[in-house]
């Protein structure tokens, strides 16, 4: 849509989603919609996406923490990383320490997102912890009662900590958040959340590449505010978040050559390559392309959630196997060499035997 800013945009398709579930669920649902940035969705959830149906938030405790004797914490903190918590209410009760410790199945899960171990607090009566000997005996009083303070906790809390580089922590603890929300029936199926997360990084570092990569696309406006300095910019981008499932997402595009040839080069394309991948769409702009933006639903999805099923693949008409084979019209199957010749291709492999 030409000369549409982002509100007007998020307010139109408010307006679409909220006529889509009033006709399909009978819900009128409150607007506007809530909206996140992206750093207070990482910050409080670990996830761009955050399902916000239940609590279980997030706790950094970075600054606490960063002067411990608790080599663990320290190191994360001085290189760079974080420590955070993800404080359980009645977690004692409910998580045994087989389920934390190596080879339990919330260990596996912080593993699976990367984590090297799990460390963990339980607090008892009259705010004194339980928990390994090196985190209790290298905590200082006012260290611990500062986490306690921090997290609300109070006896019966379990708290899981998750320490090292910024996205494999919030990693861990998202995906112990979902976990541990569903076994403690935190979540209600029958709630419809939504909520649009704004305002994400233009780029992310590539470190296999050494180089800039757009965090979207490179065609993404960035946020007037931090036109001065585009590697670490924010982008006018906006995605919709249906009960922590991304349903859209979109933004603000680049109208401006000089700005486009900018981003271009910020992620490392040479000058030929601009000229030979994108020449049409810069010299497109020269002739005065309007302010533009727009968003793209994930239509499967959005049917799925709307459908209360768990699967995209009981949203899809002909879903494929595993195997990438259609089971309704037996695809891909043999051709023959009519069809090949009509589009123009050869076959090299030498028949079998």
């Given at each position: 849509?030409?000369?549409?800013?982002?509100?007007?945009?998020?307010?139109?398709?408010?307006?679409?989603?909220?006529?889509?579930?009033?006709?399909?669920?009978?819900?009128?649902?409150?607007?506007?919609?809530?909206?996140?940035?992206?750093?207070?969705?990482?910050?409080?959830?670990?996830?761009?996406?955050?399902?916000?149906?239940?609590?279980?938030?997030?706790?950094n405790?970075?600054?606490?923490?960063?002067?411990?004797?608790?080599?663990?914490?320290?190191?994360?903190?001085?290189?760079?990383?974080?420590?955070?918590?993800?404080?359980?209410?009645?977690?004692?009760?409910?998580?045994?320490?087989?389920?934390i410790?190596?080879?339990?199945?919330?260990?596996?899960?912080?593993?699976?997102?990367?984590?090297?171990?799990?460390?963990?607090?339980?607090?008892?009566?009259?705010?004194?912890?339980?928990?390994?000997?090196?985190?209790?005996?290298?905590?200082?009083?006012?260290?611990?009662?500062?986490?306690?303070?921090?997290?609300?906790?109070?006896a019966?809390?379990l708290?899981?900590?998750?320490?090292?580089?910024?996205?494999?922590?919030?990693?861990?603890?998202?995906?112990?958040?979902?976990?541990?929300?569903?076994?403690?029936?935190?979540?209600?199926?029958?709630?419809?959340?939504?909520l649009?997360?704004?305002?994400?990084?233009?780029?992310?570092?590539?470190?296999?590449?050494?180089?800039?990569?757009?965090?979207h696309?490179?065609?993404?406006?960035?946020?007037?505010?931090?036109?001065?300095?585009?590697?670490?910019?924010?982008?006018?981008?906006?995605d919709?978040?249906?009960?922590?499932?991304e349903?859209?997402?979109?933004?603000?595009?680049i109208?401006?050559?000089?700005?486009?040839?900018?981003?271009?080069?910020?992620?490392?394309?040479?000058?030929?390559?601009?000229?030979?991948?994108?020449?049409?769409?810069?010299?497109?702009?020269?002739?005065?392309?309007?302010?533009?933006?727009?968003?793209?639903?994930?239509?499967?999805r959005?049917?799925?959630?709307?459908?209360?099923?768990?699967?995209?693949?009981?949203?899809?008409?002909?879903?494929?196997?595993?195997q990438?084979?259609?089971?309704?019209?037996?695809?891909?199957?043999?051709?023959?060499?009519?069809?090949?010749?009509?589009?123009?291709?050869?076959?090299?492999?030498?028949?079998?035997?």
């Open positions: 849509m030409s000369f549409m800013t982002q509100d007007e945009i998020l307010d139109l398709n408010e307006g679409l989603i909220c006529h889509l579930i009033k006709t399909i669920k009978s819900v009128d649902l409150p607007r506007p919609f809530p909206r996140l940035t992206y750093a207070e969705a990482m910050d409080r959830y670990g996830s761009d996406k955050p399902d916000t149906r239940f609590g279980l938030e997030l706790v405790v970075s600054d606490i923490v960063q002067g411990s004797g608790f080599k663990v914490f320290a190191d994360a903190v001085s290189k760079g990383g974080i420590v955070k918590i993800l404080p359980i209410p009645g977690g004692n009760e409910a998580i045994s320490n087989v389920r410790k190596p080879g339990g199945d919330l260990f596996n899960e912080a593993a699976a997102a990367g984590a090297r171990g799990l460390a963990y607090i339980r607090v008892r009566e009259g705010g004194e912890i339980d928990t390994i000997g090196a985190i209790k005996d290298n905590l200082t009083a006012q260290q611990k009662a500062e986490i306690l303070s921090r997290t609300g906790a109070e019966g809390h708290l899981l900590f998750a320490a090292g580089d910024t996205n494999t922590a919030n990693k861990t603890l998202d995906r112990l958040r979902q976990v541990v929300g569903k076994e403690l029936g935190l979540i209600d199926p029958d709630q419809l959340d939504l649009w997360v704004v305002d994400f990084p233009m780029f992310e570092w590539n470190a296999d590449e050494k180089r800039l990569d757009p965090l696309h490179p065609f993404t406006a960035p946020h007037p505010d931090d036109i001065g300095d585009l590697k670490t910019a924010r982008a006018l981008t906006h919709i978040v249906f009960n922590g499932f349903a859209g997402g979109g933004s603000i595009r109208y401006q050559p000089e700005l486009q040839q900018q981003v271009f080069e910020l992620i490392g394309l040479s000058a030929a390559e601009i000229r030979d991948k994108f020449g049409f769409l810069l010299e497109a702009f020269e002739y005065g392309t309007p302010p533009h933006g727009g968003i793209a639903y994930g239509i499967d959005l049917v799925m959630l709307l459908a209360g099923e768990d699967s995209i693949r009981d949203a899809i008409a002909f879903p494929k196997t595993q990438a084979r259609c089971l309704l019209t037996n695809a891909p199957s043999a051709v023959d060499d009519k069809q090949l010749k009509e589009l123009h291709i050869a076959t090299v492999q030498k028949p079998k035997g």
